[in-house]
């Protein structure tokens, strides 16, 4: 398996789609699926989370 990129946003830049539109892919992608997915929708799965993951961070405001 190709190694997953840990942050597919560069750094200091806000990430291009909200929160809500990548759980919705990740979501229509397991139920599309019925919850088996091939290696391809695996890769998917794990560019969705690192973008997912990235989108959170880029959320977070840092304490005073």
Known sequence: ????PDDPTPA???PE????EINADIRCLFARAEGRL????RLRHA???A???AAIR???VPAA
Not at 17 to 20: G, V, Y
């Open 1 to 4: 398996m190709s190694p997953i």
């Open 58 to 60: 880029a959320s977070v």
């Open 38 to 41: 091939t290696d391809a929708e």
């Open 51 to 53: 973008e997912w993951a």
């Open 17 to 20: 789609r909200p929160l809500a």
């Open 47 to 49: 560019l969705l989370l």
């Open 12 to 14: 200091g830049q806000a």
